[in-house]
């Protein structure tokens, strides 16, 4: 049994799915661990620290040929026929985009467990890459919005004169918002932050933000933690309700989500109009459809004189760590899958586990995921 770690291929890329002191904690359960030449070295982690590490140094085609492969996100097609049939794949897949992709797995008798499909619940938290990269991208943001923010942030007295701190404004404190704000705050921002699930009021106070009263009608709280969609009066509502907010605002980091739905729109191009000349609008919600109209995917644009940035991937800009943190959460799901054994390791696929059902999206010749 052996697994191997790709190496990325979108430019865009910098992380890999497992570093090599995660690599140490997976040779613990016994696995012959083969990494793809170059594999880590965006993150700058060399082939050499990954053989110290107690891992094989290979090459493309050897990589894709592993009983259980690594990767970071959805292998293209091409790729995917590369693999054997019966070999496992575990790596962010966006199933609820990848139809075709996934009748390919299923066709070729692969194995495939999508990452953002791990539940979220207690048991499977130390498995949860969605968090683990959120909560770096959360605090990467403050620093991208900061870098391009003409101004101080926080307080400053000086004798030449002084400085008011930034107003900075978080929308939705799921997990990428709330590390948003604790990061906001550490660098001296007065912090504002909003959600539609009235519940996370308690941990942005928590966090020495003030919680933004916007009274919509209703409230957003959905299922299993999730935000659900408003209606459109309250949609109307918050957006009316934000353009007047907003205009004191010199930093704001936006996050809205609905799962599977396209992301609301909380900043109107009026609103940005009305915003102060050099503000800056990061808007974290832009790979599913950005939470402004004018936000533009994977740029950074001026509009009216407000910056807004529509990174797609903060987490891949602190690659090392966040390559740290993924591996360590595939660790901990491999220890549901692999069984030592006297002749070595073993491959399990338990669909009586709550954690492997909820995200084995491909089995046995067969889709398991709705889309
Ligand atoms: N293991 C676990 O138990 C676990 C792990 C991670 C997250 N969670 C929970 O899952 C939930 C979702 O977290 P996430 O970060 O993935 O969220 P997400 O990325 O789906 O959404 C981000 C935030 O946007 C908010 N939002 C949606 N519409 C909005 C609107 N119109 N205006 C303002 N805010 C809006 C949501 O309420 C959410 O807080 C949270 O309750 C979190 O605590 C649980």
């Known amino acids: 049994m052996n697994l191997s770690v790709l190496k990325e291929t979108h430019p865009l890329e910098a992380r890999s ?10 040779k613990k359960l016994g696995a012959t661990i083969l990494v793809e030449s170059g594999a880590g070295a965006k993150a700058d982690f060399l082939d050499e620290d990954f053989r110290s590490a107690g891992c094989e140094i290979v090459n493309t085609q050897q990589a894709w040929n592993a009983d259980i492969v690594l990767g970071v996100n959805r292998p293209t097609s091409d790729q995917l026929k590369g693999m054997k049939a019966g070999s496992l794949l ?54 991208e919005a900061i870098a391009h923010y003409g101004r101080f942030v926080p307080m400053m007295m000086t004798s030449a004169g002084m400085a008011k701190p930034a107003q900075l404004v978080v929308l939705g404190a799921g997990v990428a918002g709330l590390q948003a704000i604790a990061t906001a705050r550490r660098m001296g921002a007065a912090v504002e932050a909003f959600d539609v699930r009235p519940e996370v009021k308690e941990q942005i106070l928590s966090l020495g933000a003030k919680f933004m009263d916007l009274d919509l009608g209703e409230t957003g709280t959905g299922q299993g933690g999730y935000a659900k969609e408003l209606s459109p009066e309250a949609k109307a509502k918050q957006q009316q309700l934000l353009t007047e907010r907003l205009k004191k605002a010199d930093i704001i980091i936006t996050t809205a989500n609905v799962p599977g739905r396209k992301a609301p729109t909380l900043i109107t191009e009026d609103a940005v109009k009305g915003m102060k000349r050099g503000s800056v609008i990061v808007d974290m919600a832009a790979p599913s459809g950005g ?34 943190f993924f591996g360590n959460n595939l660790v901990n799901l491999l220890g549901l899958i692999l069984k030592k054994n006297d002749s070595g390791v073993s491959k399990t696929l338990d669909l009586q586990d709550d954690i492997i059902a909820g995200c084995l999206v491909v089995h046995e010749g067969k889709v398991r995921f709705n889309q």
């Open 17 to 26: 799915a497992l570093s090599p002191a995660a690599a140490k904690k997976l």
């Open 90 to 143: 575990l790596s962010l897949f966006e199933p609820y985009a990848a139809k075709g992709e996934l009748a390919l797995c299923a066709e070729k008798k692969l194995d495939v467990i999508a990452l953002e499909s791990v539940p979220r619940t207690s048991r499977a938290q130390s498995m949860d890459v969605l968090s683990s990269q959120a909560n770096i991208a959360g605090y990467r943001a403050v620093l």
């Open 291 to 324: 939470n402004c109209p004018l936000t533009e995917k994977d740029k950074i644009v001026e509009k009216n004189g407000v910056t807004i940035i529509g990174l797609t991937n903060y987490a891949s800009l602190v690659p090392s760590v966040a390559s740290d």
